[in-house]
């Protein structure tokens, strides 16, 4: 971490995690464009209206000397292939200049939280294989291979059979 | 997945001195701990010694401490050192894996390595060993 005022209040712990405001996105986005070299505001925008808003669905973000750090996104699913309802999290997103400063520990403690409030038992997120960053990072919050398995195929492989 | 008595040692006795990494333990402790062969393990700790995970305490009370950074080792990276890469293992040999089962049974074997290795280069030592308090109780030292 740099010597910032942000990474100062990070340092002694001042974080806080609060629900996204439509203001946040233009740096929520930056954040993000600067993790995926994907800039996507537009997605970003719609990503507010749709998670931020509903009952059901977090959109949180870390907040630190003023300035917004970081982010994490999830919604309760329930019943997919027999499963009763649970926490998604599908999204999880922190400054680079931040990191190692606790900012994903916070917020994945936080959208827990908020979860098992609403009355979930589980939480479950889906990551690439090769992204070892956040399966590393989710792993050192107590996540563990579950009892799903996610399979895919092409659409335009042709036969299909 | 089998892993080599090498390699099981080595995770064994890296996460024992990665427990409490200002302890040091002889090799017959450790050993004795886990009921494995001192003289094979002792091996395996002068292997761990020279990639920097471990390091020798000379003098009374010797024996061996952990040296490495549990939180920027992952299993793979101790069972790597040892060998069981387990890339390529599914490989079905020619002439069969040229044919077309031996090619898709390869790569469904493929696909189980692939996912066994994602899962070890995910888990730190560190990570391990917090998970220990996330688990149900069992023998410890």
New interface residues.
Partial sequence: MDESPQNQALARGRVRIRNARATDMEAVAAIDAVITDTPKSDYWARAYHRYATRQGRYFLVAESAGAVCGFILGEERAWEFGSPPCGWIFAIGVDPKCREGGVGTALFEAICAAMREAGMTTVRTMLARDDGLNMAFFRSQGMMGGSFIELEMPLDRGDTR | MKLQKATQFALLAVLDLARDPDAQHSVAEIADRYGISANHLAKVLRDLGRAGLVEAVRGAGGGYRFSGNAKRT?LYDVIHLFGDTMEGEADIPAPAGATDIGAALGRVLTEVD??AV??L????L??LI??MN?MPATTSR
């Fill in positions: 992952s692939e996912i994602a899962t280069k995910s888990i730190s560190a990570t917090k998970s996330w």
